[in-house]
């Protein structure tokens, strides 16, 4: 009978004798020899029965583990002998990686800012925390106005003594308050960023992005804001669509419209959706002389024109896409994703 030693030492001989096995021939000749009915291994452990009692489940343990560890190298160098069968075919094709692409609102953001380029407006961004002076208060919108709700905006708690409330920009118009009081004239910017309001509906999200434009100099007048906007609307929805200025308030800018544009469905003859042959796209207007007087620019001598909308609705305006729910564009879903 084998001792311990010996039966310790049976894994690196069939290591050994299974690795020089060159086909599935020898190696099945090389286990016979070692877990085989007239092996060392099987022959031990018919013979534990005449271990005297108290050594009996040591040995019985040892020999056990041996034969596990012996099961498995041969099943190893079994897999060893199947793969190194299967031939090497260099000419098949790898495994290629996913590619992504723009989500559908970068792309959006990439082909207005080329669109404005194209007509002298140069890309600027500003900060998403904003101060209360740039985001309001320099935007003709006193303490007391109702777009500074607490409902609708997210003012920031800030520590130290930096003299202002701080919020996350609640649209792209404070950019244009900042680049009017950092920057030299003549001025002509788009800032597009995010923005960030208190609402989350079908119609809504938290955070979406707006594109504000600004044309600053002398003698700036509407005609250029009409000018700018029908070349932004023929570039991006299609040169049969129209362009018309409707009167409206807001409070930066001084006279202000709302900028609509023909139908694209019924080319402006009036259908179910738009009724009348117009969609509204967004607002504009000449800056308010307050505005200017807050960036210390003399509005006798300078005039400027403004416009801005979302980036989301501008998108799903000219896709014509019916999102039953605007959230969709920010859940990352990559079914809905994967078809822009
Ligand atoms: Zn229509």
Known sequence: ??????????PLEAERAASAAKNQAELRQAEIRFLGRKSELTLFLRDLKNVPKEKRSLVGRAANETRVRLVEIFEEHTHRL????????VTLLGIQPRLGHSHLVSQAIEEISAIFKEIGFKRVRHPEVESDWY????????????????WE?????????????????PHATSGTARVLATRQLPLCVINI???????????????????????ADQGVTIRHLKGVLEYFVKSYFGAKREVRLRPHHFPFTEPSFEVDISCGICSGRGCRLCKEGWVE???????????LKAAKIDSKKITALAFGWGVERTLLMRSGLEVPDIR???ENDLRFLEQF
């Open 1 to 10: 009978m084998m001792t311990l030693e010996e039966l310790k030492r049976l």
């Open 82 to 89: 199947t793969e190194s069968l299967a031939p090497i075919d």
């Open 135 to 150: 985001a309001f208060e320099s935007l003709n919108m006193p303490p007391d106005h109702p777009a500074r709700d607490e």
């Open 153 to 169: 905006t997210f003012f920031m708690d800030h520590s130290g003594n930096v003299g202002d409330r701080f919020v996350l920009t």
């Open 193 to 215: 960023q995010k923005c960030y309001r208190r609402q989350s509906d079908v119609s809504h999200v938290p955070m979406f992005h707006q594109f504000d434009g600004l044309y």
């Open 281 to 291: 796209l967004g607002g504009a207007g000449m800056l308010h002389p307050n505005v």
């Open 328 to 330: 969709i564009l920010y």
